[in-house]
């Protein structure tokens, strides 16, 4: 529960992504393999016309979501083959972030969201009853609800692959380890050691995104190596849990509520009239 | 090459997932459910100051804006057959959860109330039935801001401080109208004076929270449907306190203001958070400001 934001989930137990975007090939193998294995429906055959990107967005019905970013910018010491012209393409593969404090499972008024063994966030479909709060609720934009079944939806981290020993579908398919999976503490610090490698080849805009306890969310399960401004990639800057503040938000619809109580009451005071 | 992209966002898309609650339901909930609460509070305190016209009239009230709340809460749902499911626990982080606890301690005294109001029989019990909604009614009219608030949806969240009163003055006047709509002009005096001090506390929270939002606060600002509620809530509640108390044609006119005007502030607030959460400008510009204001507070110590 975010009411208590000191607390921490068990970091030895704890499994989650490192998604190191600088060696994402944009081959969206991540987002096939996670459609097939958890047999998550059709989200529309759409052609945007502005990148390669043509699944948009994260959503009930996408679980993992490769974003095409094209800039006249350099990239490290790379030499981009276009003349002199500077040119980088960032391409990353987004993801639930199974934050350590998550909005949807604090708001969820039915208990269908749950925290698992693993310390992921997970939908139980079969207690789910679409109302739909966990959606506004997440600030990276990721649960949805799908609209076939009337319930909300979201990636789960292959908790039946994770039950079985296996690691998620995304993670095994992806052909460059871009996506990596494993014990959190050990992704951290794998990742620590990836920044200064990458910062060194020159690309100093390099930051991790979401691997900080201390963030709005107190950090992520699925964390990111990415190679500029989160939202540039469409990721929010600063999350911050909804229910950090819930205990001022009661506070004033208290008050708000006494208020209207004796404001009330005084109003019929006088006897006559 | 694809056109140049905006680097403040991805391709101009919004940060967050709109949220699927429809306005028709969600809003028109938050208008009913605090109409029916603030009539629960208005009919105890007619019923205990010998109003029993005024009293009857916001009970039924109360029960039928019940009915509306409880059809719309359901109807909203992706599944509405399993809305029971929100019975198996109880979550004071979800305000969901909360306010379904809430409902269901007011709903069968609401229901009590209005029942033994109408046919007069058990008189103790709709009196007792009568005191508990008007004690739980605030609840029911409050809590919904809190809902709403305890979100990532910028405007809402951001403007948590103020939202409960404006919340509460808005179900001050509806109730109040509903009052001036239905009961003699005798025993009104009440009704009026919750429209009048239900309709100010409103638009002062309102243009506090559009102060203190800043440049969040645009959504709100451009709402054609704020406007026009503040408008009728004013023009409602002046009515009703002058012309209203001698005409009954003039104190019904007002009655149905004060009910529109509730009914526009609750959907403009509705619409001004869909706006905000669609717009990637108002979820990252808001984030990027609080970075910067850490950055230079570390910076200084």
Redesign the interface.
């Known amino acids: 529960m975010a009411f208590d934001l000191d607390e921490r989930l068990d970091e030895g137990r704890r499994v989650g992504f490192f998604t190191d975007t600088s060696i994402c090939i944009g081959c969206k193998a991540c987002e096939v393999a996670c459609k097939e294995w958890n047999h998550v429906p059709d989200d529309g055959l759409n052609f945007t016309g502005w990148s390669y990107d043509n699944t948009v967005k994260l959503s009930a019905d996408t679980w993992r979501h490769v974003a095409f970013v094209e800039q006249r910018k350099p990239l490290g010491h790379q030499e981009p083959g276009v003349g002199d012209l500077d040119f980088r393409w960032l391409m990353a593969s987004d993801v639930c972030k199974h934050c350590t404090h998550a909005a949807c499972l604090d708001v969820c008024p039915t208990g269908s969201l749950f925290r698992t063994e693993f310390g992921t966030v997970v939908v139980q479909e079969d207690v789910c009853n679409g109302c739909g709060y966990c959606v506004p609720a997440c600030p990276f934009g990721v649960i949805g609800k799908r609209e076939t079944s009337g319930t909300a939806a979201k990636c789960t981290m292959c908790y039946d692959r994770l039950g079985a020993g296996e690691e998620p579908a995304c993670a095994k398919t992806c052909p460059t380890d871009s996506i990596q999976f494993g014990d959190l503490d050990e992704l951290r610090e794998r990742a620590e050691r990836r920044l200064e490698q990458v910062r060194a080849a020159g690309a100093a805009s390099a930051r991790l995104y979401g691997h900080d306890p201390d963030d709005g969310v107190g950090g992520t399960g699925a964390f990111f190596l990415l190679l500029d401004e989160p939202e540039v990639y469409g990721l929010p800057p600063d999350p911050v849990v909804t229910t950090r503040d819930l205990p001022s938000m009661w506070r004033q619809a208290g008050v708000a509520a006494v208020a209207l109580l004796a404001g009330l009451a005084a109003t019929a005071w006088r006897r006559k009239r | 090459?694809?056109?140049k992209?905006d680097?403040?966002?991805?391709?101009g898309?919004?940060?967050?997932?709109?949220?699927?609650?429809r306005a028709a339901d969600i809003a028109g909930y938050l208008f009913l459910g605090g109409l029916a609460?603030?009539s629960s509070?208005?009919a105890a305190?007619?019923e205990?100051?010998?109003?029993p016209r005024l009293a009857r009239a916001a009970k039924v009230g109360a029960l039928g804006a019940l009915g509306g709340s409880l059809y719309a809460l359901i109807h909203?749902?992706?599944?509405?057959e399993?809305?029971v499911?929100?019975l198996?626990?109880f979550?004071?982080?979800?305000?969901?959860?909360v306010g379904?606890w809430i409902l269901t301690a007011y709903g069968p005294h609401a229901g009590a109330a209005a029942a033994t109001g109408v046919t007069g029989l058990f008189p103790g019990l709709g009196r007792a039935a009568t005191v508990g909604a008007?004690?739980v009614?605030?609840?029911v009219?409050?809590?919904t801001?809190?809902l709403i608030?305890?979100?990532?949806?910028p405007v809402?969240?951001e403007a948590?401080?103020e939202?409960?009163?404006l919340?509460?003055g808005s179900?001050?006047a509806s109730?109040?109208g509903l009052g001036l709509l239905a009961a003699p002009l005798?025993e009104a005096?009440?009704?009026r004076?919750?429209a009048l001090?239900?309709a100010a506390?409103e638009v002062a929270a309102a243009a506090r929270m559009e102060r203190r939002l800043g440049p969040l606060a645009e959504p709100l600002k451009r709402s054609g449907l704020l406007r026009l509620g503040e408008a009728l809530s004013l023009a409602g509640a002046l009515a009703g306190a002058t012309v209203g108390r001698r005409s009954r044609v003039a104190a019904m006119a007002a009655g149905a203001a004060l009910l529109a005007g509730s009914a526009c502030t609750r959907f403009g607030i509705f619409q001004a958070g869909m706006e905000s959460?669609n717009d990637?400008k108002h979820?990252?510009q808001p984030?990027?400001r609080?970075?910067a204001r850490a950055r230079a507070e570390r910076d200084l110590t």
């Open positions: 090459m694809v056109p992209a680097f403040d966002s991805y391709y898309r919004p940060v967050l997932n709109e949220p699927t609650w609460g603030a509070t208005l305190a007619a205990l100051t010998g109003r909203d749902l992706g599944r509405p399993r809305f499911n929100m198996r626990v979550k004071v982080t979800s305000p969901m959860s379904t008007g004690v009614g605030p609840a009219a409050t809590y801001a809190a608030c305890d979100t990532a949806v809402w969240h948590y401080r939202m409960p009163f919340f509460a179900a001050a109730a109040g005798s005096g009440p009704a004076r919750a001090a239900g506390v959460a990637p979820t990252v984030q990027r609080r970075l």
